[in-house]
C-alpha cells in the first residue's frame, strides 16, 4: 500500500534555515545540510528546500545549498522559490533536486509547467498553490502570499494537472505558521478535484493534525518546518502515531 | 566499471552519485562502443516512453552484444519499461523485447464481460466489474469490453512496500515489505519473471529478474538503504 508521506521543509535564506509566522517574522533555525542528515535519519520521507526570499529579492536558491544537503541524501528532494525559468529550473536539477516547485512563475507564465514537463517529466515537477479562504472558496495568493492572483485554488490545480504538473503542493496562508492545524476543507476541495497528489502545508502543531489532514483533509502528504525544526515533535513519533490511527506510512 | 546510459531521459546525477557512494566505477559512454569495458550496464531514466527512441540500433546492438556475454543489466523505471516489448505511453515504439509483455497506463483496467442473451441489462457495477453503466445494448451483444478509469492516483508518487515473490540475486539481503520510492504512471506487466510485486490500484511488477537482466520500477538512488543494497547487488552482480 502506498504509504502517505511525511515531508520536511527547509525553508532557506542566505544559506541558513529559517521560519517565520504568516510568512513574516523569520528566525534563524540552522544549517540545512545538519537537519537534513537529521530528518534522513529519523526517516523523513523526502525533503524540499524553498528559498523563501527569493522570489521577492530576485534571487536563484542557491546551488551551493542544494548540493550540500543533496550530497549525502538518497531520498527525494525538491526545491522551489524563485523558479521563473527553465534555467533556474536546470541550475537546481543539475545541482542534486528531483522536483523543482513553481508557484508565481507558474501563475505568470503557466507554459512554464509544460516545458519543464516534457524536459524532466512530470514527476519533477510540483507546482505550489498558496492559498486563503475567500467566503466558500479559495483564492490564490503569489509572490509569497503578497499579491492576488484572482484565482481559485481548485481551479488552478486543476489547470496546472492539465499543463503537465506531477504534485500540488498545497499551503493555507491561513494557517501557515500558527500551529493550528492544516486547512482541511482547503485541501480536500484540492485533492478530491484533481488525480496528482497533493501535499498539505500550514498550520501543522501536533500529531493530530497529521492524522485529520490524510483523513478527513485527503492529502496523498504533509510538508511540516518548525514542528520538526525546533524538536517539537520527531518524524519518528509522529509516523508511530499516524500507524496508531491505522494511517499506512515508511517505518 | 559500471556503463550508465544516458539517452536525455532526465537526470543521472542522483543515480551516479549513489553508485559513487556504494563505491562503483562509473562510465557515462558517449556512444555505443564505449560498453565494451562495461562489466555491468544501467539503463535509468525518468518520464515518457518516447524517449526511449534516443536508443537507436546502434546502441541496441551493443547492449544485447554485452547482455549476451552475460554482463548484467539493470532497467530503472523507464529503463525497466523499455526492456519489454513495449509501451502504450508510445505504442510505435518498441522495447528491447529481452521481457515478454506490453507496459501500461496505471489505472485503466481493460477487460470483457460476458453477457446472457435475452437479458436485460440496466447496469453492471461493482468492484470486480466496474462501471458499464449506460451501455445501449444491441440484441445481438454477447459480451461486452470495457475500459475502467480506477480511483486512485495517478502518478504513483511515493514510498510502496515490496512483496517478494521468490528468491533473487538482485534482492539479496531486502526484507519483504521493505519500502522504496516510486513515481511513474506506467507500469510493467506480471510475468513469471517477477520477483517482487508492488500494489497501487492494481498489483505490477516491481522488480523483475532473469538470469543476467534485471529490472526495478522504483527508484533505488532515492529509496535510502534499501535502494542502496539492491545497487550494491547490481555491482556485486557485474564483479
Redesign the interface.
Known sequence: ?????IIACLDVRDGQVVKGVNFEGLRSAGDPAELARRY?AEGI?ELVILDITATIEARRALADTIRAV???L???LAVGGGIRTEADAEVA??A?A?KVSLNTAALSQPSLITALAER?????VIVAIDAKADGERFAVYARSGQAAANRDAVEWAQEAERRGA??ILLTSIDRDGTKAGFDCPLTAAVSTAV???VIASGGAGGLGHFVEVFTAGRA??ALAASIFHYAETSVCSLKEHLRAHGIAV?L | MIALIDYK???L??VK??LA?IGADVLIPDGPEALREARGIIVPG???FGATRALDAAWTEAILERVGEGRPLLGICLGLHWLFEGSDEAPDLPGLGLLSGQCHRLGVRHGEVRLKPDTTYRGVSDAAQPDVRNVRLQADVRSLRFQANIEI?????????LSLQREAAILEGVADQS?V?F???YVAPLTSETVAVT??GEPFTAVVQRANIAGVQFHP?????V??KILRNFVQLAG
Do not use: C
Open positions: 500500500m502506498l504509504s502517505k508521506r534522513n520521507d543533496a550530497r549525502e538518497f531520498i527525494p536539477i543539475d542534486g528531483d524532466y517529466g512530470s514527476q519533477a506531477g504534485e488525480s496528482i497528489p496523498d502528504a515508511r | 531521459a532526465g537526470n546525477t542522483s552519485k549513489a557512494t525518468v518520464g515518457h492516483k495517478v502518478p504513483h508518487v511515493g514510498w510502496n512496500t519500502q520510492y513515481t511513474h504512471s500494489e497501487h538512488e532515492k529509496s535510502g538503504e535502494g542502496l
